[in-house]
């Protein structure tokens, strides 16, 4: 099976495994992107240049999930995960 990619400029064409198609497509389909918007963010991660060494660097998905969660200033993980696995482990 080929898949297409459509760029603003470029096409690609790439030759892939039919079930990695589907999967990939269930996948990008579950995440609201098409497959060439996922296929162009994960080329995207592996080939962008490093700015600086020290600069960490966050994948296309982390950076789409930044801001879902909206927790307080005080908000103590560590507290509450401790109390997470002590509540677990009764």
């Known amino acids: 099976m080929h898949v297409n990619i459509i760029d603003m ?9 039919d079930s990695v198609i589907e999967r990939a497509k269930i996948y990008a389909r579950s ?6 918007k996922m296929i162009e ?11 600086t060494d020290s600069k960490i660097s966050i994948t296309p998905l982390v950076e789409s999930l930044s801001g879902v969660i909206d ?3 005080d908000f ?13 482990y009764k």
């Open 9 to 17: 400029e470029t096409k690609l064409t790439l030759r892939l495994n």
């Open 31 to 36: 995440q609201k992107i098409s497959l060439s």
């Open 41 to 51: 963010s994960y080329l995207d991660s592996l080939t962008r240049k490093k700015e």
């Open 71 to 73: 927790l307080p200033s």
């Open 76 to 88: 103590d993980y560590k507290k509450e995960y401790g109390d997470y696995l002590t509540e677990k």
